[in-house]
Structure formats: C-alpha cells, structure tokens
C-alpha cells in the first residue's frame, strides 16, 4: 500500500506518505497562506525522501474539510488533479475527526485518558465547525460534525465523562472550555495533520471506499443545510 495525505484546510499544511503500517514521510507546516504555491512542492520533496515515484502511488486521501473554504477548495482541487493525472482514485477525511486524532494522541504521550473528544474550530462569524468522537482502546470514532453557535455545542454534546476539547474554537472563544464538566485536558492549538489522517485512510482503503477522483466532494458544512444538524 502506498497512500499520498494532504491537507489545506486551516492554517496549517501538511503532506504524509503511509505504506499501511507506518509514516515513511511527513511535513507539517502552519503557514497561514500560500498553500497553493507550496503544497506541491512539499509533497515531491517528501516522495524523493521516501524514493517513491509518483506513479507508485495507489490512492491519495485528502481532508475534505470542513475548515476555511479557500484551503478546503485547494487540498480537494489538487487530491482530483493527482488522481485524475495518475489514475488512482481517492479518498476525502474529515478535518474534525484528524484534530480529534491528533489530540489523543498528544494526551496518550501525556498519560491523559479521555472517553470523548470534542472538537472546535473556528468558523468565523460566530459559529464553529464542531465534532463529537468516542475513544475506545483500539480507535477514535466520529460520531458527529455540524456548524453551530458555542453556545449550543454543549448542548448538542449532552453529558460525558472524560472530555478531551481540542481545536482553535476553543480560543476563539475561550469561555467555552468552562462549559464543560470533566475536561481532562484542552489543545486550543490542535490542527489537522495528515499524519494523523493516514491511518484512517487506509482503514477507508481496506475497506473498499476509495472513490473516482470525480466523485470527490468538499465538505463545507456552512453550505451543506443537510449536515448542519447533528444528532
């Protein structure tokens, strides 16, 4: 298996190679703009680190938002143009589930068990782009993702135990966190890393739900009416 990750979708940029067992290589970079300019030269350094050619590839998985309309349309634009030039299909993560990723990960190193994962990103206007995942022992689960108002999102996450908040949402609006009973730890600087969204691409390739590069859609939420409610 040999898998491109990348991502655009916030301030931050990062490209991952995964051959199904580990990261062979990473760049994460928080740049603020220019993705376009440096998105595919970063991912051709890291194929020639890894001395795989382009045409080795089998799928390219890419967060399809949602995140900053603008970053989304870039990551999707260029995952559609590899896949249509290489003829590999791909497959669109959710941004919301790669921060949630991230963050149990960093609370593992730190010894911190959490039972949830709450996640917030800004969105601007008053609203974040939320997200709900269980943690159990063998994976994290995305239960949920919506656009809301901070005020609701207690609200639309009812009562846990052991919650882990992580997101730019949280500093957005940092009476927030205080919202919550049972917060074992909070990473208001949690962004999405493909290093993070390989493991669940592959587990999307296994699985048979990789998709013709046409049928790639971005996940905005702001537009999407259908997907603004969750459960």
């Known amino acids: ?6 991502d655009t979708a916030t301030e931050a940029l990062s490209v991952a190679l995964y051959d199904g067992e580990v990261i062979v290589a990473h760049r994460f970079e928080v740049i603020g703009r220019g993705h376009a300019e440096r998105l595919l030269p970063v991912v051709r350094e890291l194929l020639d680190d890894a001395q795989w050619s382009m045409r080795s590839l089998e799928a390219i998985g890419v967060g399809r938002g949602p995140g900053a309309f603008t970053g989304v349309r870039i990551g999707v634009s260029v995952a ?9 299909p791909v497959l669109g993560l959710s941004d919301l589930h790669a921060v949630a990723l991230g963050a149990v990960f960093r609370a593992g190193q730190l010894g911190v ?6 996640v917030a990103l ?12 269980d943690v159990t022992p063998e994976r994290v689960v995305l239960r949920w993702e919506a656009l809301c108002a901070p005020a609701e999102l207690p609200g639309r996450v009812g009562p846990r135990g052991a ?14 966190a205080g919202a919550f009973s049972t917060v074992v ?6 962004l999405p890393n493909a290093r993070f969204m ?10 048979g739900l990789a998709r013709p590069a046409e049928e790639l859609e971005p996940v905005y939420l702001r537009d999407d009416v259908a997907n603004r409610s969750a459960p």
Do not use: K, N, T
């Open 185 to 190: 730890a909070c990473y208001p600087d949690e």
């Open 113 to 118: 068990q959490a039972q949830s994962v709450v």
């Open 163 to 176: 919650v882990l908040l992580a997101g730019h949402g949280f500093a957005a609006y940092p009476a927030l």
């Open 1 to 6: 298996m040999r898998l491109l990750i990348l």
């Open 122 to 133: 800004d969105a601007r206007m008053g609203e974040v782009y939320a997200a709900l995942c």
């Open 80 to 88: 559609q143009g590899l896949g249509f030039g290489l003829g590999v």
């Open 198 to 207: 390989a493991p669940i691409a592959a587990e999307q390739w296994r699985a």
